[in-house]
């Protein structure tokens, strides 16, 4: 079975500095897709940034890019010069390469954003 | 982007009734649907997978006579919550799933409150 391990409960950063979100997971399917969500307090699931697996380029959206380490099954999320408005739950979220199956969830870490 | 709707986003209740949530996906079809369970600070968790024109699946230890889910059309999926009581309070959340983006819309979560 496929589980997506988020280590970091709660992680703090200050507004302009850089912050990076670990996760691993582990499958033994060769071919799926990794997310990261953001939920604000809205508690509205917000897509943030997606990878697939048969990529080696890391995927990058503006101020946020991920490491995929697909060997090591470590994807982390780095968000860089940090806003007020980046304060949030982050989740790390797995799929395998069947349509329609669900997305497995990482128990999320919580982000502080100070200025 | 695709838009998932649920109504109502707020919904109290008397213990011993029944309370219907609906999740809609506005703009594609969604064969699949899925809905989640959440409580604060914790992650998704996986109630059911919903499929249109077929019965839901449920994830083990969700009572299926308690939590009725119905996928009617390829834009509705429905969740009935009977004979709430207070233990089912929570946010609940649906997602679709859009098989030409091989990506999950989150809809923004319905408050249940059974008192």
């Known amino acids: 079975a496929q589980t997506v391990t988020q280590s970091q409960p709660e992680m703090s950063v200050q507004e302009a500095e850089t912050v990076t979100l670990s996760c691993t997971y582990d499958?033994?399917?060769?071919?799926?897709?990794l997310f990261w969500y953001k939920q604000p307090p809205s508690r509205q699931m917000i897509l943030v940034i997606r990878?697939?697996?048969?990529?080696?380029q890391n995927a990058t959206e503006n101020r946020f890019s991920v490491n995929f380490q697909k060997a090591a099954k470590s994807f982390s999320l780095k968000i860089s010069d940090s806003q007020l408005g980046d304060a949030a739950m982050y989740f790390c979220?797995?799929?395998?390469?069947?349509?329609?199956?669900?997305?497995?969830f990482g128990k999320g870490t919580t982000l502080s954003v100070s200025s | 982007g695709a838009v998932v709707s649920q109504h109502p986003s707020w919904v109290i209740c008397k213990s011993g009734t029944s309370v219907k949530i609906e999740c809609r996906s506005l703009?594609?079809?969604?064969?699949?649907m899925f809905w989640y369970r959440q409580f604060p600070k914790q992650s998704l968790m996986l109630m059911a997978t919903?499929?249109?024109?077929?019965?839901?699946?449920?994830e083990q230890g969700v009572e299926k006579d308690k939590f009725l889910i119905n996928h009617a059309s390829l834009t509705l999926s429905t969740l009935t919550v009977t004979s709430a009581h207070p233990e089912d309070s929570s946010f609940y959340i649906c997602?679709?799933?859009?098989?030409?983006?091989?990506?999950?819309?989150f809809g923004p979560g319905t408050r249940l409150t059974v008192t």
């Open positions: 997602s679709a799933f859009r098989d030409t983006s091989y990506e999950q819309y």
């Open positions: 499958t033994s399917e060769s071919d799926y897709y």
């Open positions: 919903s499929n249109e024109g077929s019965k839901a699946t449920y």
């Open positions: 703009d594609f079809q969604a064969t699949t």
């Open positions: 979220a797995f799929i395998g390469n069947q349509a329609g199956t669900a997305l497995i």
């Open positions: 990878q697939e697996a048969y990529k080696q």
